[in-house]
């Protein structure tokens, strides 16, 4: 019995930067996106026909933080190894489906820096989309 795969979502990105290394590497190109594959829970990162990152999301080594329209990942491969990198998509929009894709298999958080540093706090009516991802997350994280 054969199982057809469905296709992978993708997402245009408008910048990929490797944080793992001095000086950072960084491409900033039209012909760069992302794509989940849900079937093998694989995330991967393609500049033209080149693979640029390939990274599985399942385990609890594996941190993604949001901030407007970036995303940071960040995996402990040993403990004295780690994968690092940040990519941005075209529109906090993208970013918001982005996110609620890959929070179907792992914890998706807001950037700390997301919280002004007043008294004040987080504004949700300055990201008016936001908060539906933290509401989602939490009911889903519930069931």
Request: glycine residues 2%; contains cysteine.
């Amino acid at each position: 019995m054969s199982r057809e795969l469905t296709p992978p979502r993708s997402w245009a990105l408008v910048k990929y930067v490797d944080l793992r290394h001095k000086p950072v590497r960084t491409i900033i190109d039209s012909d760069l996106s992302v794509y989940l594959y849900r079937e093998q829970r694989l995330l991967t990162i393609m500049h033209r026909a080149q693979l640029v990152e390939k990274i599985y999301l399942y385990g609890n080594q594996l941190t993604v933080l949001y901030r407007k329209a970036a995303v940071v990942f960040s995996m402990n491969i040993t403990p004295s190894q780690v994968a690092k990198f940040r990519i941005r998509l075209a529109e906090v929009a993208d970013r918001i489906t982005f996110c609620l894709a890959i929070s179907e298999f792992i914890e998706v958080r807001e950037s700390p820096a997301m919280f002004s540093r007043s008294s004040q706090g987080y504004s949700v009516d300055a990201y008016p989309h936001d908060h539906r991802l933290i509401l989602m997350h939490s009911v889903r994280s519930r069931q």
